[in-house]
C-alpha cells in the first residue's frame, strides 16, 4: 500500500514538473517572439529617424501660393512605452493634423493613425515607394479615401501631402502640403563627423552621461529609453557597433 501511494505521488511530481516545464516552454517562446517582433519593427522605423525631431512647417493649399497657407510646428519622437516600439508625430497650430502614431507589422507594414485637427481619427496603411512613405485610408462612409505621403528631402528638409479622392473615385487629389524646415541648427554636417543616436542609430543632438561617458540621444523618446536602462542600451550600441565594424572589413 506504501508503495502505490510513493508511486502516485511520484506520478504527480512528474505530471507537475511537466507542467510547468510546459508553460515555461510556452512563455518563453513567447517572450522571445514578441522581442523579435519588437525588434523587426524598430528596423523598420528607423528608416524614419531622418525625421526625428522639431519642424517649422508651412502649409499650403496650392504650392507656390500663401493663399490659404498657414504656420505650423511639428515634432517626429520614438515612443517606447508599449511593447512595440512607435513614432510619435504632434503637431501645434496645423489645420490638417494634431498628433499620429507610426508603428509596424508584418500585416499591415506602416500603419499611421491619425488624429485631425477636428479631433476626429483615420487609420493610413502603407509602406514605402522609392523615398516616400505612402499611406492611404481605407475607404469613409461617403467613399473617399485620404492619402499621407511623407518625403525626406534631406537632413534639413521634409514634406508632408495630404491628398483624398473624390466620391468613389480612383484618382487622388491635392488637398494641402506642408513644407518643413528643421528647428534649430544640427550639430552634425551632413555626410561625415555625425553625432549617433546611442538608442536608434539617427543623428543625435542631446547629450547624455552615465559612468562618466557622455553619449548622444535624437529625441524625448530615445533619452527616456536610455534613463530606463543606460546599462543595456550602451551594450546594444556598442554591440551594433562591433557588427557594423566586421561587415566593413569584410
Known sequence: MKKMKRQKSNLRTVVCFSAVAMLAATWNFSFS?????ANVARESLERLN??????????QVRRGSTRG???QTGEFVWDFSKKTPAVKYVVNDGQLTESGLITWDENDKYRLELVDSKQQSKVYTGDWDDKR???TSPADDEGVRYRITITPLNEKRSLVLHEKTSAGGASFFRIAEVGYTRAGTRLAIPGGGKRECVVTGGTAQTAVTFEGETYY???SGCKQAFDDDPAGTIADFKARLKERAKKFNE
Do not use: H, K
Not at 50 to 59: H, S, V
Open 50 to 59: 531622418g525625421l526625428i525631431g522639431e519642424w517649422r512647417g508651412t502649409g
Open 217 to 219: 540621444v535624437c529625441c
Open 69 to 71: 497657407a498657414w504656420r
Open 33 to 37: 517572439d514578441e522581442t523579435v517582433q
Open 133 to 135: 512613405l505612402s499611406l
